[in-house]
């Protein structure tokens, strides 16, 4: 018998996780699971700190976004090289700010607190500002820099910043020149192969014209009813049939979106197909791959995640920028989260996760959970992912868990 679950936010499933990894107080599931991956820890204990804060509707290109309303004393987070948690106050923060977000996160005295000029709002309103004039500036990509406290512009003609600052000047009440920096370009390029190659256990897939990518993760599409397979749009272009890990026609994307925050498509199965790939190795548990998925404001600059691509196999690195924007064949992307996991042809469209890399309890399934799927990598060996979320919304679907 076949059950099919629409997986829940990664909230529901860590309090169940947490809940088995320790039997008596709430300070000795904290201390294990600090013990056990620190880096797990600080990412989860962060999400509750943003789970405080409230939330509201903006208009991103066009688009309406339920985004976190950070308050105006709040200047970002990052996890550090020792896998310590770091949040950042501005330095007009209240004396008691400081407590209150402690108490919030466990009381946990290891947290480091430290003080930058500019709010994480006012950091996000100059990179949505830019983001619609990015060609127009020849600006190649923009980064939200938690570490910095700056908005980091790669940009393809060093002679536009002075018009990028007055721009934003004339956009922007109060615009300090402090809260950007400018780069030398990068280079960008998809990382869809033109040939089949050597395939990670069961995930590859490639398309009868020969190109090859990977699949993300299976999802339900609402409107249609249809279960089905997520992987790049730029590799799922229209009419193209994909097939999975077995040779076997999957089909071709009913709907897709290569623009804004998206780079994702939505492949129905077929009649006979139920499960497209499977992963194979010590490290993964026997069912489903995936346990939950991320919310784009639990993006944690230095959480670790995983990616699986048919090209590299499994890499580990960490989140770079929670927030990056770059231009591709003439489109813009948004709201794409940077890692430093290698990226290389054929592993575009392969699923970002983050999960638990602790010993596990007897019974115990290990929380994999979904951040998005690899898209873009850039000349400094960074990849680039578009969010579950985002994918979520823009195509109408959620990621599903199957029990054969």
């Known amino acids: 018998m076949i059950s099919i679950n629409v997986l829940l936010v990664f909230a529901i499933v860590f309090t169940a996780f947490t809940s088995s990894l320790a039997s008596s107080t709430g300070i000795e599931i904290q201390s294990s699971l600090k013990e056990a ?28 976004r339920q985004v976190v309303a950070y308050p105006q004393d709040y200047a970002g987070a990052y996890i550090d090289d020792s896998n310590t948690l770091h949040i950042v106050l501005t ?25 930058a000029d500019f709010p994480l709002s006012r950091l996000y309103e100059i990179q949505r500002t830019l983001d619609i004039v990015m060609q127009e500036f020849g600006i190649e990509s923009i980064a939200l820099n938690e570490i910095t406290n700056k908005i980091e512009i790669h940009l393809l003609d060093s002679t536009k910043e002075k018009d990028i600052i007055e721009y934003l000047k004339t956009k922007l009440y109060a615009f300090n020149d402090n809260s950007v920096i400018f ?19 069961g995930s590859n897939t490639a398309s009868t014209s020969g190109t090859a990518a990977t699949l993300g993760f299976n999802a339900y599409r609402h409107a249609t009813g249809q279960t089905g397979v997520v992987t790049a749009a730029h590799y799922a272009t229209t009419g193209l049939t994909i097939r999975n890990a077995m040779g076997t026609n999957i089909g071709s994307a009913s709907i897709r979106q290569f623009s804004g925050t998206v780079d994702a498509a939505f492949i129905p199965f077929p009649v006979g197909i139920t499960w497209s790939y499977r992963f194979f190795g010590t490290y993964l548990p026997n069912e489903d791959f995936f346990t939950g998925y991320f919310p784009n404001a639990y993006d944690l600059t230095g959480m670790y995640v995983m990616k699986l691509g048919r090209t ?32 290389q042809d054929g592993d575009s469209g392969g699923p970002v996760f983050w999960s638990f890399t602790g010993p596990l309890i007897p019974g115990q399934v290990r929380p994999n959970i979904i951040v998005g799927i690899a898209t873009f990598a850039d000349g400094s060996n960074n990849g680039y992912v578009s969010k579950v979320e985002n994918i979520n919304n823009a195509l109408g679907i959620s990621p599903y868990h199957y029990n054969p």
Do not use: C, H, W
């Open 91 to 115: 330095k007009s923060a209240a004396m008691t700010t400081e407590a209150n977000y402690q108490k919030i996160m466990d009381n946990d005295e290891d947290i480091i607190f430290e003080t």
């Open 37 to 64: 991956d620190k880096n797990y820890y600080y990412a989860s204990v962060f999400q509750k700190l943003i789970d405080s804060f409230p939330t509201e509707l903006i208009q991103d290109q066009g688009v309406d």
């Open 312 to 343: 590299t196999g499994s890499t580990t690195g960490y989140v770079t920028s929670a927030s990056a924007s770059g231009v591709y064949d003439g489109i813009t992307f948004t709201d794409q989260a940077r890692v430093s996991n290698t990226q």
């Open 183 to 201: 780069k030398d370009p990068v280079g960008f390029e998809t990382t869809a192969a033109n040939t089949a190659s050597n395939a990670l256990g």
